[in-house]
């Protein structure tokens, strides 16, 4: 979930991009580092509207599909509708597949106060929806 489709691929040579777990040039997939880009899983008004977002990697909220569900807050938490016909590739498919659903795990955050001292909080996401 924190690294797929982050990084770019190395591989030389063409291969279906389905089966790699790295992002390639001009593929929807590719989305931002959460470890890294501190967004929530609420999909962007402004990138829902126009494909794009004047923000770019600065923007709170999630560019694309693969980055509203492949975020941390919602990856795997719902189960498939699809169930066993599911016809998505496992690595592909961001829904969970067992009787269980994935509780998510808040990320701690650093939080520096006016004062200058540093505590630790927890980020806490919204809602989030993603509909395209």
């Given at each position: 979930?924190?690294?797929?489709?982050?990084?770019?691929c190395t591989?030389?040579?063409?291969?279906?991009?389905?089966d790699?777990?790295?992002?390639?040039?001009?593929?929807?997939a590719?989305?931002?580092?959460?470890?890294?880009?501190?967004y929530?899983?609420?999909?962007?008004?402004?990138?829902?509207?126009?494909?794009?977002?004047?923000?770019?990697?600065?923007?709170?909220?999630?560019?694309?599909?693969?980055e509203?569900?492949?975020?941390?807050?919602?990856?795997?938490?719902?189960?498939?509708?699809?169930?066993?016909?599911?016809?998505?590739?496992?690595?592909l498919?961001?829904?969970?597949y067992?009787y269980f659903?994935r509780?998510?795990?808040?990320?701690?955050?650093?939080?520096?106060?006016?004062?200058?001292?540093?505590?630790?909080?927890?980020?806490?996401?919204?809602?989030?929806v993603?509909?395209?």
């Amino acid at each position: 979930m924190y690294e797929f489709k982050v990084r770019k691929c190395t591989r030389s040579r063409s291969h279906d991009w389905t089966d790699c777990p790295f992002s390639h040039p001009g593929e929807k997939a590719r989305r931002r580092d959460p470890r890294r880009f501190h967004y929530s899983g609420t999909v962007c008004p402004e990138y829902r509207r126009s494909g794009s977002c004047s923000r770019g990697d600065e923007c709170d909220f999630a560019h694309g599909v693969f980055e509203c569900w492949l975020h941390p807050a919602r990856y795997r938490t719902e189960a498939c509708k699809d169930g066993k016909s599911c016809k998505r590739k496992v690595l592909l498919c961001t829904f969970s597949y067992f009787y269980f659903i994935r509780v998510v795990q808040l990320l701690p955050t650093n939080v520096t106060h006016e004062s200058g001292r540093g505590t630790t909080a927890f980020s806490v996401l919204g809602p989030s929806v993603c509909m395209w």
